[in-house]
């Protein structure tokens, strides 16, 4: 079962514009992790946020975490073709390194 | 370092059979986890080793099984494979801690005709 839900499903934008793309989880976290997946290859990740954290910062990506609201939102600036992707959350509890992933949103960035 | 490496990348089976996915991890990680993604289902937990034992179980039938080896490679084996058993099959490595990023392989896609 996914801990998770992304929203939007799907976002097309044009290069130079902002993506943003929000996650929701159901049960306490240690950490929240984002990754990005090209056309069913492997997840690459981008940036991890500890559950005391508020916002961290990546090059263009800005994450932030509110675990009152078990919320987490991935920023991408000015975005580039190159970041035409599937974007995840995935959420880690008290079980070790079992990764629970939201289903994931499909960002189109258009030249 | 290098990364995580899969074999073999692309695998074609018929129903009935059994296949045994290998993964190397990240030199010095410790902590190897297998996930299955499906356009249904999305990504879901399998199971994961650490130090040769298996330390988390996802709600996945008795076919699917895994082991890892003292080098921390690992291989996962799905007997009497179904149609619904294709998919994208990932695993991730990590040092092992709960707050380590876990690092993913290319994935190897395994079809079931």
């Known amino acids: 079962s996914q801990q998770g839900e992304e929203d939007p499903q799907a976002l097309s934008i044009q290069e130079g514009e902002n993506a943003t793309m929000n996650c929701s989880y159901k049960?306490?976290?240690?950490?929240l992790q984002w990754y990005r997946q090209n056309s069913g290859r492997g997840l690459v990740h981008l940036i991890l946020?500890?559950?005391?954290?508020r916002e961290k910062h990546s090059g263009r990506l800005r994450v932030t975490l509110d675990t009152s609201k078990k919320s987490s939102s991935l920023l991408i600036t000015a975005s580039r073709a190159a970041d035409t992707a599937s974007y995840f959350c995935?959420?880690?509890?008290?079980?070790?390194?079992?990764?629970?992933f939201g289903g994931g949103t499909r960002v189109l960035v258009k030249p | 370092k290098a990364g995580v490496t899969q074999t073999p990348r692309y695998l074609i089976k018929t129903r009935g059979q059994q296949v045994t996915l290998s993964c190397s991890p990240i030199?010095?990680?410790?902590?190897v986890s297998w996930y299955q993604q499906t356009p249904g289902q999305g990504l879901q937990f399998l199971f994961e080793?650490?130090?040769?034992?298996?330390?988390n179980k996802g709600n996945f039938p008795g076919r699917f099984s895994g082991r890892q080896f003292s080098n921390s490679r690992s291989e996962m084996n799905v007997s009497t494979l179904e149609l619904g058993d294709s998919a994208l099959y990932l695993c991730?490595?990590?040092?092992?801690?709960?707050?380590?990023?876990?690092?993913f392989g290319p994935g190897t896609r395994l079809t079931v005709l």
């Open positions: 049960t306490s976290i240690n950490n």
């Open positions: 995935a959420t880690d509890g008290a079980a070790g390194n079992k990764l629970t």
């Open positions: 080793y650490f130090s040769e034992t298996q330390r």
């Open positions: 991730a490595s990590s040092s092992g801690t709960n707050l380590d990023t876990q690092y």
């Open positions: 946020i500890r559950s005391n954290e």
């Open positions: 030199s010095g990680h410790r902590s």
